[in-house]
């Protein structure tokens, strides 16, 4: 992550104004709110704004007059009750806005969750940074032999070195290219008097999806859940994992009660088939079952060894 | 309006309330927070929690860094310049939480604008108070000869307090009904021993849509404008018009660069059709253009002619 | 359920008329295309139109030029796959437009589906039909002791038919004095020549929530899907749950695979928290575990205990 | 637009197949269905579904029994009005599938439409194919001057060449570099023993915004006219505006009412803002008025004159 020296100005600015407010507030975010949070080589999460804490969640469930809370062991109840049963609307009022640095390619993926409010920087009508991602060492796996859209083994040192190298000087070629295309300096002077500027619009079609964009991300902490539900999630690829992580780490400081009902009922528990649950069933009491017998298919049931650890 | 002690105290304690944030915050909304607007004879408006002010909208717009705002006017400016051009997705970065009460008839349109979130008292779960929607003499209309869906002259006094007469029995006799059938007193004990309690979703079925309900609902800046276009226009039902013109004087005190524009471009601005467009050329021409020429229906040419003034 | 000859008329005439298309048909809901389909007392569920089917599911899938479909047990397979990893998009790409008649508080639960449309029968413009819903004597529940938003055990038939009896007198007495208020007889001429019509938006409001409406509700299979996961489910109310059960017959009818798919990995398949995965793998290492050390609540030790059949 | 044989076939036997459906057909969009309508140099836009018709929109907005249709031209006259006074709802009661081959920088505008159903080619999954995008001569276009985010006057042919070209060898480069780092020939063998595959979703990074990717989109029929408005604009960059248009055409085989009543009153019609409203009423009554008098600003104005073809 490589700020400028004013962009860290501005951000030091915000971080030290204060308010006075009546609405509630989440100390804990408060603690870190406007500060860049590094991911990957270049890109970053900062948490810009938020509505609400465990307690709003409460209050709306209880269309209350006053604070939600009665006690706060009550409160924890009731957030872990709610999320047990997929009573989801009350999550709905909270609201988190974030500004996040990406590159584009996992910013294709991240904007197929729908239910956001999104303001990505303008290529357009903006000229873009020269900043792309290369993956690191640790992260150049081959085509996974199993997963048809996943890593396998890494590659040796010398492959990746060669890739690393040559992603490199494609990114930076490209760049050039953009800029010659651009044909203006960082004053916004045109360079090269005897051409055109080619229109901002056009000339950044030549870069590449890992090159860095950056917007403004709102969303409600009901579908925040189903986002990092989905992208920290050990499926979903590197890159996009590597930010939900970071968010992870921002749910739990927001809104405490309901970070641990996320893990207990989401992120950490386990769904079953009907077949499934029939195994399970049989299994308990004692009796024997097959693949075969079970309804299920190999993978399934591989799966389904796996998940409870059952030497089938 | 009428609020419990209980009510009145849990809002006071809100009120009261401070804390120290560095997030924005809009003044003159911070001021009414929690407080109860009364609409109707028993509803009511409050601001339950907010998110965001114009500066909010600039920043966006600019995928900033720090603070959208440059200097105030060119903040002002930029936010016409958004909503003239309805570059809608930086208004969105701001949401409302509000808490109303209001007759069922009326939150049955109110809920047709999906993209908010609600949170509604269940009356499968609770009790719902004896409270409902009488008109006023002023607002007892007549069925509109000339709009199938609209209100005409006013009913003659005697009418009209025979209408509000017959609403109030029913409505007495009705919730008279709803307590016998849920057979218990207010602290839950049951009343005739020699019955059952008759399950609450179900007693709730005989209530009529003018009874009140309430909800907490949380929306975007884009959003409600959209609500307040629709539902503070002339056309709108009375009932929830009167809604929507407090819920305007809210939106004035929390973002009033937005308000400002809202009314020059949206609210009080006007659409023509390709043929209106046309003729209103011809007529600034000078030139002659009678209903037929224009292309227009009756209907369409006599709306055109009322939106300009003109004698036609 | 009661239709008029008119309708009767109509919707044969619909039933008749056959159109050769290009388009993928679904040939068991083909069969049953605009036919009323009874629930409750007066309500119905009827598919007026439709788009997809179980392969174009597949075919979105697989982005593909052709059909989806290569053999048809893979597409049965890729349709399982699917919904067993929640990869739900492909499962948007299917449409399905319901004509509904339910009554009001029906509607209100069925409403907070957002991600529907809907064309509901307006009650400002039209005058709604003399049709309310009186539960029958096998669905008159007591309030539940152990669910607060539940139904127990049956009224006596005394008390059932006191209140059967009741809801009636209550719904004529309403529909009565709304078409006093309305003051037009079946064709719309004036009865009472010395009273004005009152505005249909304003008869309206003294109806009760159990009277009829009906609207036009059309959704994709996804969110099809979770609505009748959360709506077909015991903890739902009996009069959605009865629309909801024709439905899932609809479905089956639509696309055989993916009904069987929905059947397995949703509505009778079964989610477990991470305290209670830790338990089961302890247990089916034949280790005993008590609720204290399990880390669950009582009431999440009884729902473990009885959805795995344990003698706990 | 280069299809493959394979595809072409694909195609074609989707062509002649005939099925018979009760459902409401839309007989010139039938015609067309499946087939690739070219745009840019390697795109498409391919109907692979719909759903409903003009009548369909008149029977939801009546909540009709049986067909909407009264007289062909009182459905007209009913299209029109509700198209007039923003009644959408109806119009959401028609939806539409297609097959759209774009650039990815066509797509990451095009993806900013929420409301519509999604599912792309999977670059972590597949290969993706050897189609980029250059721009022709006449749509090369230098930065404009007066439109931050627009193109101006067209690039001497020496430079558009040179551009072309440059574009043109990047890309083939881009390419070669991903078929080095996927390491398989066509048939999935194994390209150079001595190396890995590397995974599919990291080979991909490293191609630029304009290759091509393909998706199944769904939407209906109020979203579309919504997408077509905002990108059939002369605002709109010309690369998806080149969608729009054949969309357009489509949209007028499909729905040809609501096509006329679309173009009468929003793609051709204007909106005047509250100032601009008052400017008008002023000269339609022969008074002079100046622009600062207006309360418009400068820009406003001449947009303003402009608009009405007035020598201001």
Redesign the interface.
């Known amino acids: 992550m490589s ?1 400028t020296l ?2 860290k ?3 030091e ?3 030290t ?9 989440s100390p804990n975010l ?1 603690e870190i ?2 500060q860049a949070f590094p991911v990957l080589d270049h890109g970053f999460v900062r948490v ?5 804490d465990d307690s ?1 969640i409460v ?3 209880r ?5 939600g809370t009665k006690k706060v062991n009550e409160d924890r ?1 009731l957030i ?1 009750y709610l999320l ?1 049963h ?1 009573h989801t ?2 999550f ?2 909270c ?1 988190i ?1 974030f ?1 996040i640095k990406l ?3 996992v ?2 993926e991240w ?2 969750h ?2 956001a ?9 903006s000229i873009l940074d020269k900043e792309f ?1 290369i ?1 690191s060492q640790e992260h ?5 032999t199993s997963n ?6 890494l ?2 040192p010398e ?1 990746a070195h060669y ?1 690393m190298a ?2 490199r000087e ?2 930076e ?2 760049y050039a ?1 953009y800029e ?3 044909n203006e300096d960082s004053e916004g002077n045109i360079r090269d008097p005897n ?8 000339a ?7 090159f860095y964009t ?3 991300w ?1 969303i ?1 902490l009901h579908n925040l859940m189903h986002f990092l539900a ?1 992208r920290a999630d050990p499926h979903a ?1 590197y890159e996009i994992r590597a930010y939900a992580e970071v968010m992870l780490s921002l749910l739990e400081r927001w809104v405490p009660f309901t970070y641990e009902a996320f ?3 989401r ?11 029939a195994a ?2 049989k ?3 004692g009796q024997k079952i097959t693949q075969e017998e079970s309804g299920m ?1 190999k993978r ?1 049931w591989q799966e389904f060894s796996e ?4 030497p089938l």
């Open positions: 700020l004013t962009q100005q501005e951000i600015d915000l971080q104004q204060t308010y006075a407010t009546r609405r509630v507030i408060e709110l406007y810009m704004d938020y509505m609400g709003a209050q709306a469930a269309v209350s007059y006053g604070k109840g872990h047990r997929a609307t009350p709905e009022m609201e806005k500004h590159p584009i390619f910013a294709r904007i197929r729908r239910t409010n999104v303001n990505e920087y303008s290529g357009r009508y991602y993956p150049l796996g081959a085509q996974s048809r859209q996943g890593r396998g083994h590659l040796s492959q890739v040559l992603l494609d990114a070629q490209l290219h010659e295309l651009l051409k055109d500027k080619l229109a901002r619009e056009l950044r079609i030549n870069l590449s999806v890992n950056q917007w403004y709102k409600d989905l690829q893990i207990q009922y992120k950490e528990g386990a769904r079953f088939s009907k077949n499934g649950l399970l069933k299994l308990l009491k298919t399934e998940m409870l650890e059952l």
